[in-house]
């Protein structure tokens, strides 16, 4: 498959990869990261010599992809897609492709133990942190956390195996490495340091101290729309390429990547593959996190329940393309306090993307994990209104529209398959409360969502009602509609 794959009609690894060091560990080998973080490293490897390679890791789930890439020598296909035309690079910085539960955790945390591991970084979505959304904090009543402390030499969740290898690593005499997440949560550097300090200090105080005095956890703002593969995306990639890659992924032509430079054991050169190095991402994590994920959430819920199974598909309704451009640029970019960055200038570039007829990104796949997402795609934006007793109208009806989306049933009365890590208790408040206020009254109540105050708030409770009750009576898109009439 290797030399199949060399001979693709792509651009081709021409470095020597048999010179790459496996210096960064990765954690949630997924599409996104195949086609962001694992492109940056080829980039470098390709046009200035970087010896940077990857180990890359599934600790749960995934076991096809990790087979595929070991079947393929560890290459696989990126292609990116515009209306205009389709590119393809064949990636070639994967030194080695591990799953815990195939290869044994043993393997996994042996090479994380190797001297050269200069970085762990992660992209295992939001609820793989097993953290609280509302509060940022380590839920040690998970599942996961509470077989992992029972037994942390064999842990499962990415928290347990990070801390097992730094106290291998600690007990060898090796440096610490640092702790990179890249994904799409606010200070999500700040997040993992939380959550793997609280889990460490759990297993053992001195350990705890341990971390915290040698090891950094850089925050990240990451951004490339990746839809989720489909043997559809396989069948254009082979047609391009002229090679059947399982491996493969598409995305959008647009890349960005915000990195706070806080390494203990050093980096790769990203800034000259086009990453912005700088000393706080915070502000462009809230910037991307409010103005890009959640007009995408905003369109998720209402775009699905009004039939739309793609976000070009609502671009194309004018009432859903005005919405979420006013969403942007008058309800989320009021909260920001990124500087040096023209906000208007963003929220029409995001408006292009989201147009991309070729991306085909379902609004399915972005409704997903919904409880893990509205707390900062949503809920800190109203927040902020509140204090400033600002309009936040579309921001409720986004909100309403996750309500309307959970409740399990379309609005041609077909059920809705929810994906979400508290289904169980997003389904006990949808079962236990009649359809109406007292639906919007339930879920406002689960507090791992919307912590204390907010419900409590009148105002917030009311236009989220309104929204809610016009979404019943009216449907999504004449709701849409009467909103993007109103601005």
């Not at 389904?427 to 406002?444: D, I």
Request: proline share 4%.
């Amino acid at each position: 498959m290797e030399n199949r794959l060399l001979t693709a009609k792509a651009t081709l690894p021409k470095y020597d990869r048999n010179k790459l060091v496996a210096r960064i560990v990765h954690l949630g080998f997924g599409a996104f990261h195949r086609a962001h973080q694992s492109v940056y490293a080829d980039i470098l490897a390709a046009e200035h010599d970087s010896d940077w390679g990857y180990c890359e890791v599934n600790l749960i789930g995934g076991e096809q992809q990790i087979a595929d890439l070991k079947q393929q020598d560890n290459l696989y296909t990126v292609a990116e897609m515009s209306a205009d035309a389709w590119t393809a690079r064949v990636v070639g910085v994967a030194k080695r492709a591990l799953h815990a539960q195939v290869d044994g955790l043993e393997t996994v945390l042996a090479a994380m133990c190797e001297p050269q591991v200069a970085i762990v970084s992660l992209t295992i979505t939001e609820k793989g942190y097993c953290h609280s959304p509302a509060t940022g904090k380590l839920m040690l009543d998970h599942p996961l956390i509470v077989g992992d402390l029972q037994n942390p030499q064999q842990p499962k969740s990415a928290a347990g195996v990070v801390v097992e290898a730094l106290a291998r690593r600690k007990a060898a005499g090796l440096p610490a490495f640092s702790v990179m997440s890249c994904d799409n949560m606010p200070e999500n550097g700040h997040v993992t340091r939380n959550v793997v300090c609280a889990y460490a200090r759990a297993v053992s105080a001195e350990l705890g101290d341990w971390i915290e005095a040698n090891v950094t956890f850089p925050s990240t703002m990451v951004d490339r729309i990746v839809p989720a593969v489909t043997a559809e995306t396989l069948d254009k990639i082979e047609q391009l390429t002229g090679v059947r890659d399982p491996a493969g992924v598409a995305c959008e032509p647009f890349r960005q990547w915000v990195i706070e430079d806080n390494f203990v054991a050093g980096r790769p050169a990203w800034e000259k593959a086009g990453a912005e190095l700088v000393v706080d991402v915070v502000p462009f994590e809230e910037m991307k996190l409010r103005m890009l994920n959640g007009s995408h959430s905003f369109l998720a819920y209402l775009g699905y329940l009004a039939g739309y199974q793609h976000i070009n598909e609502c671009m194309e309704d004018e009432n859903y393309r005005r919405a979420a451009h006013a969403l942007m640029l008058k309800e989320q970019a009021p909260t920001l306090k990124v500087q040096g960055v023209d906000l208007a200038h963003y929220a029409d570039l995001l408006i292009a993307r989201y147009s991309n007829t070729a991306l085909r990104h379902r609004t399915w796949q972005i409704a997903m994990d919904g409880s893990q997402k509205l707390p900062q795609r949503m809920l800190d934006s109203v927040r902020w209104h509140l204090v400033h007793q600002r309009d936040f109208s579309l921001l409720a009806l986004g909100i309403a529209g996750w309500m309307r989306y959970v409740g399990g049933v379309d609005e041609q009365g077909q059920a809705i398959e929810v994906c979400d890590p508290l289904l169980a208790v997003i389904q006990n408040a949808v079962n236990s409360s009649a359809e109406g206020e007292a639906r919007v009254q339930a879920l406002l109540a689960i507090e791992a969502i919307f912590g204390n105050e907010l419900p409590k708030d009148a105002t917030f409770v009311a236009q989220v009602k309104k929204a809610y009750l016009t979404l019943l009576e009216k449907g999504a898109k004449a709701t849409v509609a009467q909103y993007a009439v109103a601005l």
